[in-house]
């Protein structure tokens, strides 16, 4: 008789089988089972992301990894979670060994693109009923087709319906009293300038702030806020007229008379 018994599973390693007679003789041997199997590493889908500097910060769950016995380790990835990340396309490899030092890995991308924004007030200072310009201009510095949605919130500011513009004519834009919306696709290496017209919101005093912020993600990935302010400045109350039929020609100066058509 042996123990363990022909046919018993055995654990990874050395293990000793012994067997004995019945007159009493016996004798053993070793079975050694080695671990030849990798282990299973998934990483986490590629990322999206949006600066208006020069880098990005890009952070992820680890790595899912599984092996066909137990001890297998903790997954690393180079550059790890929290690194900065140039415009353009960038790869973040991960790797994981199981207890019996299988090795496997796995990769996915980061991809950081460029966003500018801009709030100009034509007029010499900013103040209530003033028409400003927004501005965004994204660019897919990646090298796949990039899925861009952007909106804008208005603080101290009434959006000028229908007055979006997209340069060149890539996507939806749309623009009511709150706010803007663009939806479009954008390939490799292209770049599209979005404006936007609002107006500083009626008496609206000197020394408060009037700000758009935009907010981008590509491809559903994580929303990049961008705000841009004035400060309104105007010495005197402006002409308060939401949507007038003519746009402002000059400022408003203290004493001045204001002829409108």
Known sequence: T??????????VGISTVTCSSVAGPTCSFTVRVNDTQAPSIVCPANIFQG???NSAVANWNPPTVSDNCPGVQAPTCSPPSGSSFAVGVSTVTCTVNDAAGNPASCSF????????????????CTGSGNTVTVTATVTNNGNANLNVVGTSTLVNLVGVPNSCTVSPNVGNCSMTTAGMNYAGMLAPGQTVTITYLAQVSDLVPTGNTVCATNNF?????????????????????????LFPAASEASDQKSGSVLVYN
């Open 2 to 11: 042996c123990l363990p018994a022909s046919g018993s599973f055995f654990p």
């Open 51 to 53: 600066t208006a500097g």
């Open 109 to 124: 991308t980061v991809t950081v693109n460029r966003i500018s924004t801009v709030l100009n007030d034509p007029l010499a």
């Open 217 to 241: 993600s590509f491809n559903a990935g994580p929303t990049v806020t961008l705000p841009v302010c004035r400060l309104v400045n105007c010495p005197t109350i402006g002409p308060g007229g």
